[in-house]
């Protein structure tokens, strides 16, 4: 579960969450924010703010974690086409290719067909790949 729900079912704003904890305001905001990953944070403010909510560590951060596994496992298991234009358009980042407009514009093909044409990938997995990477 996230903090905001967290706090929205014990009724307590950001603010207080903060001075009850001992976490600095900023530090809280910016990991609601999404400024900071959950799970990135030091195993003290984990403990602070789990104290302060009366919720587990793992409650904390379990949710982040499932996201960003299923995130990384959205770049694996891709059609052959689509996997291979993903790693030219990479590779290509990498290596500031001079092509890479055309890279881009095979890698926005590969996405709609598959999601669209062939419907191997859903609406969901498809908008993952093009916010992270066109």
Do not use: F
Request: charged share 30%.
């Amino acid at each position: 579960m996230s903090i905001s729900e967290v706090l929205e079912r014990k009724n307590m704003t950001q603010y207080r969450l903060a001075v009850q904890s001992g976490v600095p305001h900023t530090t809280l905001s910016d990991i609601m924010s999404g400024k900071t990953r959950i799970e990135k944070c030091s195993g003290e403010t984990l403990y602070k703010l789990s104290s302060a909510l009366g919720v587990t560590i793992e409650d904390l951060i379990s949710e982040s974690i499932e996201k960003a596994a299923k995130e990384r496992s959205w770049e694996h298991g891709l059609p052959e086409y689509l996997q291979n234009d993903l790693d030219a358009y990479k590779d290509g980042l990498k290596k500031k290719s001079s092509i890479l407009d055309c890279l881009w514009g095979e890698l926005y093909g590969s996405i709609n067909c598959a999601e669209i044409n062939e419907e191997s990938i859903t609406h969901e997995h498809a908008q993952y790949l093009r916010d992270k990477y066109l």
